[in-house]
């Protein structure tokens, strides 16, 4: 990334940046990159619907290689790759998966893939607020759960326009402007009314029951387990553990002193073996070999 663009980063621009150079150490071999985050507040239209959108850049020394495994996740997005194509291998198969320049994400309940990332890497991802994918894009998310579906599969932008407008960008800036312009002309056609977004986005969700949000939505308890299947793409039970084990994760990422039965007790899960249950489905691992550098959090 250009050293310059990002000094011109300020509140006017809407954007911040973080860049840093690491060395990973695996085993007996360290790989250094050059990596760097950057991101964009959209336009004030589409807040309602989008929290963010987020450039990754990632530049390796020549012959050297990256894998990461991808955890669970709580957000939808949509993703652009826009530098040398990675590669993706499906954890039960062992086998490389296709990679899309540009792809739907949905709510993630294990880990699925490994990625090995060659030379740079560049992904620029527009982050979903809860229910905003629904709200703004219209379809049931359901059928994004643990899936990766092409853009272009949805018929809704003009893919390969947007990519190639993408891909020419020469000053980081210019992203933001171009996701606005295709995200607007679609908020200006039509939008969906979010009935469950009040509910997602709050932070005190182990006080939430499915028969509160139905008697507050006037609904049944049974249309408002639909309505978390749309909008949400999980049940309402699924989606709270979710939500609980993927905080626990990051409160251990930020405080790994923590140990994992004070974190089962904190986030109220049943027992220690309960916890340690719930890690194996999520992460594919148990607690005590849980390292945060291993996966693309």
């Known amino acids: ?46 807040l309602p619907y989008i929290e963010r959108y987020t450039l990754r850049n990632i530049g390796l020394d020549p012959n050297e290689t990256l894998e990461k495994l991808m955890p669970h996740r709580t957000l939808t997005s ?42 740079n890497f560049l992904s620029l991802t527009v982050k979903f607020r809860p229910s905003g994918m629904y709200g703004l894009l219209g379809i049931p998310l359901n059928h994004l759960t643990n899936e990766d579906i092409p ?9 390969k326009e947007m990519e190639t407008r993408l891909q020419k960008v020469d000053n ?12 607007l002309k679609l908020y200006k056609q039509r939008t969906h009314k979010m009935r469950l977004q009040p509910f997602l986005s709050t932070k005190n ?26 909008e949400v793409g999980l049940s309402f039970v699924k989606w709270r553990q979710l939500q609980k084990f993927d905080a626990a994760i990051k409160h251990k990422i930020a405080a790994p002193q923590t140990s994992w039965t004070d974190l089962a007790y904190q986030y109220h899960f049943y027992d220690q073996p309960n916890f340690n249950k719930t890690f194996k489905k999520y992460l594919g691992i148990t607690p005590s070999l849980f390292d945060p550098a291993d996966f693309a959090f």
């Open 1 to 46: 990334m250009n050293p310059k663009n990002k000094t011109k980063c300020h509140l006017q621009r809407l954007c911040l940046s973080r860049s840093n150079s690491l060395s990973l150490t695996h085993g007996e071999t360290e790989t250094t990159m050059n990596a760097s985050v950057t991101h964009f507040v959209p336009h004030p239209l589409l």
């Open 78 to 119: 949509i993703e652009f790759f826009l530098a040398t194509p990675h590669q993706k291998f499906e954890l039960t198969t062992k086998q490389p998966n296709s990679t899309e320049t540009s792809t739907v994400r949905g709510f993630r309940t294990f880990s699925k893939y490994r990625i090995k990332i060659r030379q």
């Open 151 to 159: 853009l272009r599969d949805l018929n809704l932008f003009p893919v």
């Open 172 to 183: 980081d800036t210019h992203y933001r402007s171009i996701l606005d312009d295709y995200l």
């Open 205 to 230: 969700y182990q006080s939430l029951h499915i028969k509160t949000i139905a008697n507050e939505l006037g609904v049944s308890v049974r249309q408002a387990e639909r309505l978390f299947l749309n």
